[in-house]
């Protein structure tokens, strides 16, 4: 194996050679097989496992000799003639122009099974500050349930690995419980004084035109939406006019956005000008979910203390690269690759999502350390962990897609009761959450099918779906049942006897799940019209009487698509009359 080269460190040059051309969230001009890449790799004396050919092949890397070959054997130069005073603020990397650097950490859940989300934020909290951040210039919002919280088998500590630092030390949110809000996360963002009165610390990101910002957020997405712990969603559309309005305050020079969610791609695409400075990485695609991690009896690191996922692979892959590596060094692009590299699972995908970025990409030359701290030069794993332990491309590490990473809690302590009485209260526990979910999708395929047998609506949906129309007896005998609210009613005898269809079958699994045919633009937002979103999750709410939680929310994508076939917010919460979608429709269930 001396010939062997790809080691930890060279498979992070490996990664950094590969310099693809990005649109929107695809990469483009990928080859068609590893011939190319083996020659080319060959020719500077490494060895490729013949695996890691074909998975870059299949990431569809796009590369060019010449360029591979200068990117593999340099590394970013500073520009050393204009050295930067250090003063309160770190030293920017990059620009002498730069005034200062500003951070805003949001973690949008709560809840002991949500974990992860929080104890990320906190480790962003402790990269940033060793990275020479001043506690003036972060903001952090985490509903601060965890240090504290009963279930917690090391009070008054948060881990993102095992055997980790606790990454709670220090830390004193500035906005917590009921203030972590979307409109409170705007107007911290916008720099309003005014909006967060009477919330928590006050601290704003008062940033300038010469400043730069670094915004990272965990939690759980939906297509379009990114969950919050109190109060409405985050919407795209919402989240594109506070950086929009910030850009044209001038309160940026540049802008990193960090996002940890499923779908969380769906937050940028077609939306991000590459126009603002303003570079937006996600850990998933706009279909996909993202990964939880070092979790309760996980083949691999966990901590067997623990009962709940300790961390999200995207977070911990960017933010242990920004502890282990020299962020005077490294830049964004490097950064992202061994990013992307370790959440796809060695570009294998088996347990792991599609990092993507989005806007402008010319960011992707600047240092990392310009975002998240030039004084993290690769501090010894020592310091970070109390375990002898560090991720590397042969290492595969055990996740959990990101929403059934919320049941990790419950199924932990089936496996772990020490009694026939605790096992059947576990079970029990676990069913109920089982059931509920089961419950959710049931109403959303029924509200989909009574959609699809709607007569002024089968049509119109079936032909966004590139389907052809339903049989006109099943159509004509519904027209027949009456209608309330602008919705045909569709009796349960029509959906038996439409039940064997295939049509209807594929189009309720297409309208539920996937974007509509009609839309084959990869670089199209999710949604035409944002303010019929907004619209089909408040209808949601009125039709189930609670709001969407955080496993409901994976539905958005079923709202999007009646939204760009014209389907109105008053037709849906008609759809949804009578079904199971809230909480007092699944008491009767779980019961």
């Known amino acids: 194996m001396s010939n062997v080269l790809f080691t930890s460190l060279g498979t992070f040059l490996f990664i950094f050679a590969l310099t693809p051309v990005i649109s929107g969230n695809a990469i483009r001009q990928a080859p068609t097989s590893s011939a190319s890449l083996h ?30 070959k200068a990117a593999l054997l340099t590394d970013h130069v500073q520009d050393t003639d204009h050295p930067l005073d250090q003063g309160e603020d770190f030293a920017d990397g990059d620009d002498r122009t730069v005034t200062a650097h500003w951070a805003l950490l949001i973690a949008g859940s709560n809840g002991w099974g949500n974990y992860r989300h929080q104890a990320d934020v906190c480790h962003a909290y402790q990269v940033l500050k060793r990275g020479g951040y001043q506690d003036q210039h972060i903001v952090v919002m985490i509903y601060d349930d965890l240090a504290h919280n009963p279930l917690n088998p090391a009070p008054g500590k948060i881990f993102n690995r095992p055997g980790g630092i606790d990454v709670y ?23 309003d004084v005014e909006g967060v009165k009477g919330k928590g610390s006050g601290k704003v990101i008062a940033s300038g035109p010469k400043d730069r910002v670094f915004i990272f957020y965990s939690d759980h997405g939906a297509p379009g939406v990114l969950g919050m712990p109190t109060g409405n969603f985050l919407f795209a559309d919402d989240l594109m006019k506070g950086i929009k309005q910030k850009h044209r305050a001038g309160g940026f020079k540049e802008m990193v956005l960090y996002i940890e969610a499923c779908e ?3 937050m940028f695409d077609g939306l991000l000008s590459s126009r603002m400075n303003v570079l937006g990485v996600t850990a998933a695609n706009g279909e996909e979910s993202s990964w939880g991690t070092y979790c309760p009896g996980a083949d691999g690191p966990s901590d067997e203390r623990f009962d709940t996922c300790l961390g999200d692979l995207f977070s911990v892959a960017w933010m242990e690269n920004a502890e282990e590596s020299d962020l005077t060094i490294e830049t964004m692009q490097k950064q992202f690759f061994i990013t992307r590299l370790r959440t796809s699972d060695n570009f294998t995908y088996n347990m792991g999502s599609h990092v993507m970025q989005f806007g402008n990409l010319s960011i992707q030359k600047d240092l990392a350390g310009d975002y998240e701290g030039t004084h ?22 055990h996740a959990v897609r990101q929403r059934d990473a919320d049941l990790e809690p419950l199924r932990y302590a089936y496996s772990r009761a020490d009694s026939q009485d605790s096992k059947e209260r576990a079970k029990a526990a676990l069913d109920r959450e089982l059931a509920q979910r089961r419950a959710i999708d049931r109403a959303v395929n029924l509200a989909a099918t009574r959609l699809l047998l709607t007569a002024d609506l089968s049509s119109v949906l079936l032909t966004h779906m590139g389907l052809p129309n339903l049989p006109q007896h099943l159509l004509a005998k519904q027209q027949r049942d009456g209608s309330v609210a602008g919705v045909h009613v569709v009796s349960d005898g029509l959906i038996a006897a439409a039940a064997n269809s295939l049509t209807l079958l594929q189009g309720m699994e297409l309208l539920v799940s996937r974007p509509l045919v009609s839309r084959a633009n990869e670089e199209a937002p999710v949604v035409d ?12 709410q009125e039709a189930c009487g609670a709001a969407m939680n955080q496993y409901a929310m994976k539905h958005t994508r079923f709202m999007a698509n009646l ?9 849906l919460q008609a759809a949804l009359a009578g079904t199971e979608c809230g909480p007092k429709s699944m008491e009767t269930v779980v019961e």
């Open 529 to 540: 019209s944002w303010p019929c979103l907004h619209a089909m999750v408040d209808a949601w």
């Open 39 to 68: 020659n080319f790799f060959n020719g500077l004396g490494v060895y490729v496992p013949s695996s890691w050919k074909w998975g870059l092949v299949n990431a569809g890397i796009h590369h060019d000799p010449d360029n591979l």
């Open 563 to 571: 939204c760009n076939a014209g389907v109105g917010s008053g037709q």
């Open 264 to 266: 969380s791609g769906s």
């Open 376 to 397: 993290n030069k690769g501090i010894p794993p020592s310091t970070v962990s109390t375990a002898a332990y560090s991720w590397s491309s042969n290492h595969h590490h």
């Open 169 to 191: 030390a220090g830390l004193v949110p500035d906005y917590s419980g009921d203030s972590v809000t979307t409109s409170v996360f705007l107007a911290v963002l916008a720099g």
